[in-house]
C-alpha cells in the first residue's frame, strides 16, 4: 500500500523489487535519498513519505534499500525510526546520510526544529540505535541563522586522509570536522560562504579527480546547483544549475555516487500518480557525466 509504514511486527522478511523506470520505488513514497556503496552494493537510505494527501514534512521513520544492478532491489523491515530519538520532539525525520568508519555504519539524520542526530549499527541495513541520546548539533550551532528549522540535512563526507567532516543547514551552509569516533564535533563550528544562486538546503559533497564539489538545493521551489573547490572547505567556485526542479515536487534532495564505472546522481521527485506530490515523494536515479574540465552536464531526468 502506497505510504503505509512499516513496522518490524509487520514485515518479517526483506521484500525484494525490480525497478521499472522512474521512480524505482512505487510501493512507497520515499525522499531525501542517502546512498552508500560498499563493494558491489548501493545502500540507499531513504525518508519514508505518507500516501497523498498529507500536508508538511511528517514523516515517522526511515527504509533501507540495497541493490547490485540498480535494477533488483531489496528492503529491510525498518530499522529507524523518529521515534527512537528521544530528544527529537517535533517527531519528524527529515533528511540523513550514511557512512561507514571501521567497520561500524553511522546514520547522521536531521528532525525539524530539534537537530541532527547520529544512530550506529554494526551492519548497514541495522538495526540502528541512537548514539549519543542527545543531539550532534542544535540550532544553537547554526549562529548566523534567524530561524528554527536551520539545523537539517547532514551530509558527511571522509576525505582520503581519513579526516571526517559534516556539512549542513538551511538558507546558511555550515560545516565541522568530526572526531574519529564519528559522533562528538572536532573543534569549531564555520559558515560555508559563496557565490552564486543561495543555499536553501541538502548539501552533499563528493571528490572527483581530486575536485571537491558541493551540491544543493538552491531557491523554491528547489533546483540543485553545485560548486567546486580545491579544498574541502573551500574557496568554492559556483558552477551553475545541475539539476532543474524535480516534476511536480518544491523540494529536490541529492546523492552523488560513484557505482560500477558510473557515476549517479539520486533525487527525488512527486512523480506517482496520481497521489505524488511535494509531500509524497518518489526516489529516481539518473546518470551524472563529467566534462574533461572537472564540470559536470545537466542532469537528464528520465522515466525509463
Ligand atoms: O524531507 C524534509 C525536508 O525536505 C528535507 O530535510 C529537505 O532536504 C527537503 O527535502
Request: glycine share 8%.
Amino acid at each position: 500500500v502506497p505510504g503505509e509504514l512499516l513496522s518490524p511486527e509487520d514485515v518479517d522478511d526483506r521484500y525484494r523489487f525490480t525497478a521499472k523506470g522512474n521512480p524505482i520505488i512505487k510501493h512507497h513514497f520515499t525522499a531525501d535519498p542517502a546512498a552508500m556503496v560498499k563493494g558491489d552494493t548501493l545502500w540507499l537510505y531513504a525518508g519514508h513519505d505518507f500516501a497523498g494527501g498529507q500536508q508538511g514534512y511528517k514523516m515517522k521513520d526511515w527504509i533501507v534499500y540495497s541493490t547490485t544492478d540498480l535494477k533488483n532491489w531489496t528492503e529491510y523491515p525498518v530499522s529507524l525510526r523518529i521515534s527512537d530519538f528521544t530528544w527529537a520532539k517535533s517527531g519528524d525525520a527529515f533528511a540523513g546520510h550514511v557512512t561507514e568508519r571501521n567497520g561500524k555504519y553511522y546514520w547522521y539524520i536531521s528532525s525539524n526544529w530539534s537537530g541532527i542526530g547520529v544512530a550506529v549499527a554494526d551492519r548497514p541495513e541495522g538495526p540502528f540505535r541512537d548514539a549519543l541520546g542527545k543531539p550532534l548539533l542544535t540550532n544553537k550551532d547554526c549562529f548566523a541563522s534567524s530561524h528554527s528549522w536551520a539545523c537539517i540535512d547532514p551530509a558527511v563526507f571522509i576525505d582520503d586522509d581519513g579526516q571526517a567532516w559534516i556539512f549542513w543547514g538551511n538558507r546558511e551552509c555550515y560545516y565541522a570536522k568530526l572526531k574519529e569516533n564519528m559522533v562528538e564535533i572536532d573543534g569549531e563550528v564555520k559558515q560555508l560562504n559563496f557565490e552564486g544562486l543561495a543555499f536553501t538546503e541538502a548539501p552533499w559533497v563528493h571528490k572527483h579527480n581530486g575536485k571537491y564539489y558541493l551540491s544543493y538545493a538552491t531557491e523554491f521551489p528547489e533546483k540543485i546547483a553545485y560548486a567546486m573547490a580545491d579544498k574541502i572547505d573551500g574557496p568554492y567556485v559556483y558552477k551553475g544549475i545541475l539539476n532543474e526542479i524535480a516534476g511536480n515536487s518544491n523540494t529536490n534532495h541529492q546523492a552523488i555516487v560513484p557505482f560500477k564505472n558510473q557515476w549517479y546522481f539520486i533525487y527525488h521527485n512527486g512523480g506517482i500518480n496520481p497521489d505524488g506530490g511535494s509531500f509524497s515523494r518518489s526516489i529516481c536515479i539518473d546518470t551524472l557525466n563529467y566534462r574533461a574540465d572537472g564540470t559536470i552536464h545537466k542532469i537528464e531526468m528520465t522515466t525509463e
